[in-house]
């Protein structure tokens, strides 16, 4: 072996060594990381009197609770502004209902099932309370009284009365027309105090359902129910 091939030989021993010294070091550092942090943590908090847990919650992101307490505030707010919510019609109480252009009067209790629709018109559990929202009222066409029969003849502008709970509700008609006959978006609640009548349609069939739809123009105090 040449004096250059020894050279070269001895040179790459030297540097394994070192390279093999490196990772042993570089392995013991990562070893004795969480013992040195450990220690040099109980350090500092010796030197500040002070806790772990003190040193956490100081620290803490206040994101961590934010969500809960922008939803409070926001809850707080709505129930201190937000108007009363509408009065419900009171289960059993009766009404009547007043159309001069049919030449109608007639009383009106409370739901819309088949057994009630047989008595008297009815009101729709769903609606709201006269003068506040939509009040709902179903009636037979052809049968059991037929109290809603000439509902179509009914024009803009015609005054429609309802009788409720001591009060006087006078509305004027707005539209009569026809919708499908499970098409119950009329007796939703409505921005402005609305009275909406419905009856089967066309006469003698349920297919489609016939609507009045009328809108509050005055409200009196002290009805005397006929």
């Not at 040099?40 to 307490?69: C, G, M, Q």
């Not at 709505?78 to 009067?105: S, Y």
């Not at 489609?208 to 739809?213: C, D, G, I, M």
Request: aromatic fraction near 10%; charged fraction near 25%; hydrophobic fraction near 40%.
């Amino acid at each position: 072996m040449s004096r250059m091939e020894r050279k070269a030989r001895e040179s790459r021993r030297k540097r394994r060594i070192v390279f093999g010294t490196l990772l042993i070091l570089a392995g013991a550092s990562l070893a004795l990381f969480p013992f040195f942090t450990n220690v040099y943590s109980k350090h500092v908090l010796r030197a500040a009197e002070v806790e772990p847990a003190d040193i956490w919650e100081e620290n803490v992101s206040p994101a961590i609770t934010f969500y809960e307490e922008a939803l409070e505030r926001f809850q707080r707010e709505n129930l201190r502004e937000a108007p009363a919510a509408p009065r419900e019609l009171v289960e059993g109480l009766e009404g009547v209902l007043e159309i001069p252009a049919l030449d109608l009067q007639v009383k009106v209790i409370y739901g819309v099932e088949l057994e009630d629709l047989s008595k008297a018109p009815g009101f729709y559990p769903q609606s709201q309370y006269p003068g506040q929202g939509n009040v709902s009222i179903a009636a037979h066409r052809t049968t059991y009284g037929a109290w809603f029969r000439h509902l179509d003849r009914l024009e803009e502008g015609d005054e429609l009365i309802l009788h409720y709970d001591g009060q006087i509700f006078r509305f004027w008609l707005d539209e009569v027309f026809p919708i499908h006959n499970r098409d119950w978006s009329v007796i939703e609640p409505t921005a402005r105090p609305a009275l909406t009548l419905t009856t089967c349609h066309p006469p003698g069939w349920a297919t489609q359902r016939l609507v009045a739809r009328a809108y509050l123009v005055k409200e009196v105090g002290l009805s005397q129910q006929p």
